[in-house]
């Protein structure tokens, strides 16, 4: 038998990462408050949590999850289309349709879940899905699950957009973007990208996992924020488990979309549906996100105290507003050492490495949250200094 064995084989990739400064670890976290946490026995400020608007802890959605939990307790016990499908459910698809602008919307488990579907669902094989070069793992593989023909743009750059829709002219197309990039923070160009699918009969989809509840009127997001309305921008996904604090995802769009969706896409047909009374607190996180416009107010502020301090101590960011802000290194060794010396200063701040992001372009990824107080980013830019004594590497 010459057969190579797959768990080996596994082993012998794991060994090469861990040669390369790659190894990912799984660490346990204990959370003490909105914004510190205990791991491997030190207490420290995390900036990696998504929690932007700081609503995970928040005492409105935990008494809202206690309270559908004792009325209809936890499982959903089934998938949404056998009985799954609770009030719960229907009462946040309706609000989170009300908020973006959109006609319906459709809950999905998680935001990766909620991608493999819409791909899966819209795109045959052979169709053409154009995908900006950073969008999210998520995106590409639902591309791929779909079997249409997967061709990448540079990223952010609507004209390599076109040389990508233009290569197949007949072809049914999907352009698919982030509104606000996972690791480096910037907006896509969503306006142009919107005008470039109108002419080229392409249909725009948005996922604005990073920009719900942050931007836009209201934290409606990236696309309210761009004025795109589901007419130029019909296919919105997002993501509940960031800004608002809890878990799982939605689509949003024309009932259209969403009626498709209920019959075609897998991930939401044969799954069990989400707890319901988590959908009962993301309610709740909707109604708060859109009420209390002091977090984005606060997050904004700290956005910029932290930006402006970077500059003043020569740390080199990425182009961005929002709250992911990252501080571009270089090497991966480099980003590991550096992300080790702030946990022993108290910080908490991954270094996200290749292939998560392109080679020679590790980075350290700092998250704000409007939880966070003015001495934590005042200390946390002290020790990135400290850490990173001469900027990035060249
Ligand atoms: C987090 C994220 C997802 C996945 O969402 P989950 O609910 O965590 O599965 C999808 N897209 C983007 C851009 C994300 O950042």
Redesign the pocket.
């Known amino acids: 038998m010459k057969r190579a064995d797959l768990i080996a084989r596994t082993a012998a990739a794991r060994a090469r990462r861990a040669n390369e400064d790659l190894l990912r670890r799984v660490r346990t976290v204990r959370a003490v408050d909105d914004t510190r946490i205990v791991m491997d026995g030190r207490q420290m400020t995390s900036f990696a949590s998504?929690d932007y608007l700081g609503l995970a802890r928040h005492p409105a959605l935990i008494e809202a999850l206690i309270r559908a939990a004792k009325e209809v307790g936890v499982g959903a016990t089934a998938a949404h289309l056998l009985g799954g499908h609770r009030e719960q459910h229907a009462e946040l698809e309706e609000s989170l349709a009300r908020w973006t602008g959109r006609e319906c919307a459709l809950v999905f488990s998680?935001?990766?879940?909620?991608?493999l579907g819409v791909l899966q669902a819209l795109l045959d094989r052979d169709d053409l899905c154009v995908q900006d070069k950073l969008n999210?793992a998520?995106?590409i593989d639902g591309a791929r699950l779909s079997g249409a023909q997967l061709r990448r743009y540079l990223h952010a750059d609507p004209d390599s957009a076109r040389r990508q829709l233009e290569s197949s002219t007949e072809a049914p197309a999907l352009l698919a973007t982030?509104g606000v990039f996972?690791m480096d923070g910037d907006v896509a160009p969503l306006a142009e990208l919107a005008a470039l699918c109108a002419e080229q009969g392409a249909s725009l989809m948005v996922?604005d996992?990073?920009g719900i509840g942050v931007l836009g009127r209201e934290g409606a997001g990236s696309l309210v924020e761009a004025n795109l309305s589901q007419h130029e921008a019909p296919i919105l996904m997002a993501?509940?488990?960031?800004a608002l604090g809890v878990?799982?995802?939605f689509v949003a769009g024309p009932a259209e979309l969403i009626d498709g969706l209920v019959q075609f896409a897998r991930t939401h047909i044969y799954t069990t549906a989400q707890p319901p009374a988590l959908a009962a607190a993301t309610c709740v996180a909707v109604r708060i996100a859109r009420e209390e416009q002091w977090r984005r107010d606060r997050l904004h502020d700290l956005i910029a105290r932290f930006r402006h301090g970077a500059d003043h101590r020569g740390l080199l960011l990425a182009d961005s507003r929002t709250p992911i802000q990252p501080v571009m290194v270089g090497s991966s060794a480099h980003a590991v050492q550096a992300s080790r010396q702030l946990e022993s200063s108290g910080f908490f701040v991954p270094a996200i490495r290749p292939p998560t992001v392109p080679e020679n372009t590790a980075r350290l990824r700092v998250t704000l949250s409007a939880a966070h107080r003015e001495p934590d980013v005042e200390g946390l830019l002290d020790a990135l200094a400290l850490a990173l004594p001469h900027g990035s590497d060249p």
């Open positions: 998504n998680t935001g990766y879940m909620a991608n999210h998520c995106l982030d996972s996922d996992a990073h993501t509940l488990g960031k878990s799982g995802a």
